[in-house]
């Protein structure tokens, strides 16, 4: 098992950011904090700002259980669908082997896996990349282009990401949020926003059709290089998918708390 502090430290990054996203969509949004449960729900289009995860270090498979039976119940309450996420080492190893099992009993699917990853790599070089200019995200148009790489990474409809995105004064000033843009174009962005003495990258993406030319790696590190000057800060953190797992390593990234998505069937 790996040091479960580091499955904390990952978990608590979640919760905080996300407190801070959903607010900005919503004021109204669903940020409690239940017993064992963190709800970061801005109940928008764009289902990663739609948001459960477990806090409970050590819990063990009854109480696991319970809460994801009762994750599964806030869910179903919401209007639009969203993610369970779970940080697999905060749970005991019964209650690792039997997480599947006891989300199918809820109604809910797993529907991709993830990474947490942290590293104390600040500063890094300001980085370059030939065929790319880096922009920072400081405008309306700036900010859609942001969504819309997000949504056609991820398989989202546009209007989902503009519905994440398309308001927010807060990605235009404080998040360190940068396009990478190709001949005109935005073609690949990442973002980094100061939570509670780290760095956290988020909303990284490359549009599919310019993958695998290292553009995502490039604007990770530009956002990590304007995030880390502005702030000060050392260490960073992410949570990162299958697809861009192997890109962080090479920043300096180490991988440390494997997690699951999961998604209430249809």
């Not at 009854?62 to 369970?84: D, N, T, Y």
């Not at 997000?150 to 927010?168: C, K, Q, T, V, W």
């Amino acid at each position: 098992m790996r040091d479960l502090a580091d499955s904390i430290e990952s978990m608590e990054q979640l919760a905080a950011v996300w407190r801070v996203m959903v607010l900005d969509r919503d004021p109204r949004a669903d940020v409690r904090d239940l017993p064992g449960i963190a709800v970061r729900w801005a109940d928008c289009r764009f289902a990663f700002w739609n948001c459960l995860t477990l806090t409970e270090p050590g819990i063990g498979a009854g109480p696991a259980r319970q809460r994801v039976h009762e994750a599964a119940r806030i869910m179903r309450s919401k209007k639009h669908p969203g993610f369970l996420w779970v940080f697999e080492e905060l749970l005991d190893d019964e209650a690792r082997s039997g997480l599947r099992e006891a989300a199918e009993q809820a109604g809910l699917a797993h529907a991709f896996p993830g990474t947490g990853m942290a590293g104390d790599l600040l500063p890094v070089p300001e980085p370059a990349h030939p065929e790319l200019t880096f922009v920072r995200v400081t405008t309306d148009e700036q900010l859609r282009a942001f969504a819309d790489l997000n949504s056609r990474a991820y398989g989202f409809p546009l209007e989902d990401g503009r519905d994440g995105l398309g308001r927010s004064p807060l990605w235009k000033s404080e998040v360190h949020a940068y396009l990478g843009v190709r001949d005109g174009t935005a073609v690949t962005c990442a973002a980094t926003m100061e939570a509670d003495g780290r760095l956290f990258v988020l909303l990284v993406a490359t549009d599919p059709q310019w993958e695998r030319r290292g553009y995502g790696e490039a604007v990770t590190r530009k956002a990590l290089y304007e995030g880390g000057r502005a702030t000060g800060l050392t260490r960073a953190t992410l949570h990162a998918t299958a697809a861009g797992a192997p890109v962080y390593p090479r920043i300096g990234f180490e991988p440390n708390s494997p997690m699951s998505f999961y998604a209430l069937r249809d």
